[in-house]
């Protein structure tokens, strides 16, 4: 990236000629693009090591959203674009190039904003999948340097005569949509671990779900920190989902859970468990991290499963509660909801969390458990925030210091009145 020097503002604005004026602002304006890049450099990065890893938030726009103090929707191309413009890593470790390098390095510059950058990566994006990628590089480079001196409507021309080369036939028609049956689900585990919902309803049963999904994804509300939901519309009804599905989960007279929320069988040792390093079995049907299983088992039944060097079980456990009922009412009465600050979620859809883990040795009663919502109970597991019981015996909660240089405790004050 070229180094670029920001320029000096006259003492007095007000004397200088059109020439100066027109100098500075391109001068301006070639210093934002150039620190643009370079943020951009910095966003990629933190794609590649994982946001989760790093800060506990669930994707890199996420983070930057509260970083930048932006919106989710504000915050989300910025991160795409970055993503785009440079190379990246993928889980296992291999370089994934940019999308459009060509483009990356007349940014880098500052030749281009993020306006043109965005045009031709929409143009890129609908191209048909079987482009070759020699000409999808060529149409790249193009228009990334016909960016440099070109108006957006000089570039769209441009894009429409490569399409018409590229794709002289275009988009083939569409098939007409089947019949759509009254009610079908389907579920099945992927390769990478994620579980993949598809159905069809009827409009009877479509509108019942459609009423119990948005009581629930109805986004959380400003706290008095400023902090605002950045969850997608989408995120949030799956999150309402997950909330469904504990709450049939607890009910006492639901056939095979008897009201507990989890049933998690450890096969790995104790150390592994309270290492956070290894893998869990839930139910038997995959794996979840033993970082995973830590936040799993503040509120379930374990069963610990004890297995020799060549996997053979050796020792199986009895059921243990860690959670009694009546340290749960006692847990709702006390904290009223999730005790994060400012979180509004109620009792019903919060866990119990043990504050020193139990696996670390930490007990089982109300001075070491707090309620917190699904979303920041893992937020306090693999982020930086942190939580203790005060001497008056109410959880309070320390930000990270990026968020607060000083780490000042916060309490939730929505569940009590003042």
């Known amino acids: 990236m070229s180094e670029t020097i920001l320029p000096e503002l006259p003492q007095e604005l007000w004397r200088a000629g059109k020439l100066e004026l027109a100098h500075g602002v391109q001068q301006f304006l070639q210093v934002i693009r150039v620190a643009t890049a370079g943020l951009g450099q910095y966003l990629a990065e933190i794609e590649s090591r994982g946001a989760k890893d790093l800060y506990g938030y669930g994707s890199t726009a996420k983070w930057f959203a509260d970083v930048a103090g932006l919106s989710f929707g504000e915050a989300r191309p910025v991160v795409n674009r970055a993503i785009a413009l440079n190379p990246t890593r993928g889980l296992d470790g291999t370089e994934l190039p940019a999308v459009a390098p060509a483009t990356a390095a007349a940014a880098a510059e500052g030749a281009v904003g993020d306006e043109r950058i965005q045009q031709i990566l929409d143009f890129l ?3 048909p999948l079987d482009t070759s990628a020699e000409d999808r590089e060529h149409a790249e480079k193009t228009l990334a340097e016909l ?3 070109a108006g957006p409507r000089q570039l769209a021309e441009a894009e429409q005569n490569l399409l ?26 992927r390769k990478d671990g994620f579980w993949k919902l598809n159905g069809l309803l009827d409009d009877e049963a479509g509108a019942r779900t459609a009423a119990a999904l948005e009581a629930y994804a109805a986004p959380r509300p400003v706290d008095e920190f400023g902090q605002a939901d950045l969850r997608t519309k989408p995120e949030r009804l799956g999150d309402a989902w997950v909330d469904l599905v504990d709450l049939a989960i607890a009910c006492p007279d639901q056939p095979g859970t008897s009201g507990y929320r989890t049933l998690v069988h450890v096969t ?4 592994e468990l309270k290492s956070g390093l290894g893998t869990a079995c839930v139910d038997y049907v995959g794996t979840m991290t033993a970082r995973e299983a830590r936040m799993a088992a503040c509120d379930c039944l374990m069963l610990p499963v004890v297995l020799n060097a060549a996997g053979e079980p050796l020792d199986v456990g009895r059921l243990r509660r860690f959670v009694t009922p ?3 009412r006692a ?7 999730c005790a994060f600050p400012g979180c509004h979620r109620p009792p019903k859809n919060c866990h119990a969390h043990h504050i020193h883990h139990w696996a670390d040795g930490g007990p089982t009663d109300l001075r070491n458990l707090t309620l917190l919502c699904g979303f920041h109970h893992r937020l306090i597991h693999h982020g930086d925030w942190q939580v203790r019981m005060a001497a008056d015996g109410l959880p309070e909660f320390i930000p990270p210091q990026y ?9 939730n004050t929505l569940h009590r009145a003042a």
Do not use: V
């Not at 968020?403 to 309490?411: C, E, I, K």
């Open 268 to 271: 790995i040792g104790l150390d």
């Open 331 to 337: 847990l709702n009465i006390r904290d009223g909801g």
């Open 326 to 328: 009546g340290q749960r």
């Open 125 to 127: 994006a609908s191209l």
């Open 164 to 189: 018409g080369w590229l794709d002289p036939d275009g988009a083939e028609p569409k098939e007409p949509e089947p019949k759509q049956p009254r009610r079908e689900l389907t579920l099945e585990r």
């Open 403 to 411: 968020l607060d240089p000083l780490r000042q405790t916060r309490r």
């Open 147 to 149: 960016a440099r001196h």
